[in-house]
């Protein structure tokens, strides 16, 4: 089944824009404000913040935790990636949630008001993102369908109708493998200088669109391994059929299939063609752990988007 490719993240970088001499931030104190007449800071003296004036506010906290968890597990090798979907999952969820309680604080809504254009971008990417893993959502669906074809093909010894689900798990693979090479694409750590994107802007609306960008940028990075990880093992899973113990035991299914009677098979057979069945098993386990995992991902894209729409809209009427 050919799905339409989906758009993707692309990320936008523009010109750097000079905060306002006084700062304000969400997370912790920056420098002193810059006056023409320059003076020590006297022990009073202690940054504005909008919202606590503490070393780091706990949800940016959470969030920079979140965002690093989330680029460790992408930056694992093939087979770690393919052994820990689901950890993998579980990561991307929990930074958007953590995102979610971010863009619940007033001061964040605030921040993001007059970043009308960062916001416009941030609207856009996380559009993408859900546009993938909505595609990428329906692949798996379709995909677990192929391997139940595939199964149940090999416990009837039906030879035919192997042959074609494995065809149809290869291409199944190949179209997952062009979804990460464009979402890795995407992956790009967006410089401090870009977020506001020529604008004048304060400390705090720099603070708030960057990490929401950086959330976008770890979250395509994820997505590019988690979508290259199922495109190998679907792959792995093609080439063993299509090995020569594989086509062996394929063109025994077909032979079989095609007698009246069936003819007695090798030991060798036998152990082929369990072999296959239980890589397809796992395979069907394997599938069944993502389509639950990428289901909550696909959640999760979505609300963080329409939350920040929310705040888009509020403040633009």
């Known amino acids: 089944k050919q799905l339409p490719a ?5 990320a936008a970088a523009r010109p750097a824009a000079m905060a306002r001499a ?32 503490c070393r780091s506010h706990p949800i940016l906290a959470h969030l920079h935790t979140h965002i690093r968890s989330v680029r460790a597990w992408a930056q694992q090798g093939p087979s770690a990636l393919a052994s820990s979907v689901a950890t993998g999952l579980a990561h991307v969820d929990a930074l958007h949630a953590a995102l979610g309680d971010l863009l619940d604080l007033p001061e964040a809504q605030a921040a993001l008001s007059g970043a009308g254009g960062s916001v416009d971008r941030l609207l856009d990417s996380f559009l993408r993102l859900a546009d993938a893993h909505g595609y990428f959502q ?43 090479a464009a979402a890795s694409e995407c992956a790009v750590r967006p410089s401090r200088l870009s977020m506001l994107g020529g604008s004048q802007g304060s400390a705090a609306e720099v603070e708030v669109t960057g990490l929401l960008m950086e959330s976008a940028a770890a979250t395509a990075s994820a997505s590019a ?30 032979r079989q299939n095609k007698k009246k009677a069936p003819m007695p098979r090798s030991g060798e057979e036998d152990r082929v063609t369990a072999a296959m069945a239980e890589r397809l098993e796992e395979l069907e386990v394997f599938i069944d752990e993502l389509e ?26």
């Open 138 to 180: 329906e692949a798996v669906v379709s995909l677990k369908q192929d391997v139940a074809e595939a199964l149940a093909s090999v416990r009837r010894c039906d030879g035919a109708r192997l042959a074609s689900a494995v065809r149809s798990q290869r291409g199944a693979g190949k179209e997952l493998a062009r979804l990460a």
């Open 225 to 254: 391994a988690l979508f290259g990880a199922v495109a190998a093992m679907l792959g792995s899973v093609a080439a063993e059929s299509c090995s020569c113990k594989g086509t062996t035991a394929l063109v025994c299914l077909v």
């Open 6 to 10: 989906p758009t993707i993240l692309k």
């Open 22 to 53: 006084f700062v304000r931030s969400i997370s912790f104190p920056l420098s002193p404000s810059r006056s023409p007449k320059s003076r020590a800071p006297s022990s009073s003296y202690h940054g504005r913040s909008v919202s606590l004036p």
């Open 292 to 317: 639950a995992g990428s289901e909550k991902v696909f959640r999760s894209l979505v609300q963080t988007r329409v939350a920040l729409l929310n705040i888009h809209t509020l403040h633009i009427f």
